[in-house]
């Protein structure tokens, strides 16, 4: 029986499936860990300057009476989450956005951005990490349907609404505007109001996994403050 159990063992070993689906395991839980320790709301606002603390809170003010508080609650965890992967001070643009930025060089660089409709339907932008996230397991391979390039996520089979933008994007939106250009690619994910938990917490780990793309993303977050 021994030497049973020492045979599987060493097929198991030399299985190159098996020494993937224990990296993305690994990568999966140092994204969680990253994720689990996302900076709270009142940190968050700690990072502003008084006169954009105002304009937020009349923002959310304006938005829970269009969307309602489950809409507001889940800007502000995007919100939270985004500033923990990239902790440069953020921009505040109208409406319901904001923009978050990483240094680069003497200049910043922006590779998120968080916008809102007035119905509760909230729109994250990110670095396109498309093929990572399906080389690492996280979504499906895209099938085109009905002219659509559809992704699923992988553990769950639910669909996530995925656009991509870059340069030759017409009339880009302000919101991803920067993270476009210059040979970038932007993917803009769209979060219906009666998105699941599951299909919520693919984007953040779509948004952690981009966040790996540059040094310093999975160090503690920085404690910065506008002033």
């Known amino acids: 029986m021994a030497l049973f159990h020492l045979c599987c063992d060493r097929l198991r070993a030399a ?32 990072k502003f300057r008084e006169a954009d603390r105002k304009s937020l809170a009349r923002q959310l003010e304006a938005y829970q009476q269009s969307a309602g508080s489950d809409a507001v609650q889940r800007w502000q965890r995007f919100a939270c989450v985004l500033m923990t992967l990239a902790p440069y001070p953020a921009k505040v643009v109208s409406p319901y956005g904001l923009q978050f930025f990483i240094p680069d060089g003497l200049y910043r660089r922006q590779v998120y951005g968080l916008q809102a409709q007035r119905d509760g339907t909230l729109g994250v932008y990110v670095t396109n990490v498309l093929a990572e996230a399906v080389r690492e397991g996280i979504l499906t391979k895209p099938r085109q349907i009905e002219g659509q390039t559809v992704y699923r996520i992988a553990d769950v089979d639910e669909p996530l609404n995925i656009e991509v933008y870059d340069g030759q994007t017409p009339d880009p939106a302000a919101i991803y505007r920067a993270m476009t250009g210059w040979n970038r690619k932007a993917m803009g994910i769209t979060l219906m109001p009666s998105a699941t938990d599951r299909q919520v917490r693919a984007v953040e780990i779509l948004c952690a996994l981009a966040a790996s793309g540059w040094a310093g993303a999975e160090a503690q977050p920085q404690n910065q403050k506008a002033k």
């Open 15 to 46: 299985d190159p499936g098996s020494a993937v689906t224990a990296k993305r395991q690994a990568r999966r839980s140092r994204f969680d860990a990253v994720l689990a320790r996302a900076i709270t709301w009142a940190e968050f606002l700690g």
